[in-house]
Nanobody, 123 residues
Framework: QVQLVESGGGLVQPGGSLRLSCAASGNFFSIPVMGWYRQTPGNQRELVATSLSGGISGGTTNYADSVKGRFTLSRDRAKNTVYLQMDSLKPEDTAVYYC?????????????WGVGTQVTVSS
């Protein structure tokens, strides 16, 4: 069993910043992919940013076009934690943000999701 614990959501004014954190705990060998999605009422969950381990450079990070240049994803692999630094926030960034992790366990690779944290950008 793997748990993802999210923190850092809240209310912020347009142009402000927030930092989300997500820590994974439980029984697993590794976490090949870890990142964030977001969802607004009536819409599908959409990618915000994901971090993929591996490769010559040690990994790659993918961002949605809507957040490129404003959001920064980072990982602390020793702590099994991923951070999403959100700057220059806009009202359209308002959503529930979900942490996700593709975890390698004894039973294979399994997707896990956090319960979500609300981010509201409003004046």
């Amino acid at each position: 069993q793997v748990q993802l614990v999210e923190s850092g959501g809240g209310l912020v004014q347009p142009g402000g910043s927030l930092r989300l954190s997500c820590a994974a705990s439980g029984n697993f060998f590794s976490i090949p992919v870890m990142g964030w999605y977001r969802q607004t009422p009536g819409n599908q969950r959409e990618l915000v940013a994901t971090s993929l381990s591996g490769g010559i450079s040690g990994g790659t990070t993918n961002y949605a076009d809507s957040v490129k240049g404003r959001f920064t994803l980072s990982r602390d692999r020793a702590k099994n934690t991923v951070y999403l630094q959100m700057d220059s926030l806009k009202p359209e960034d308002t959503a529930v943000y979900y942490c996700t992790a593709l975890v390698r366990t004894l039973g294979g690779q399994i997707d896990y999701w956090g319960v979500g944290t609300q981010v509201t950008v409003s004046s």
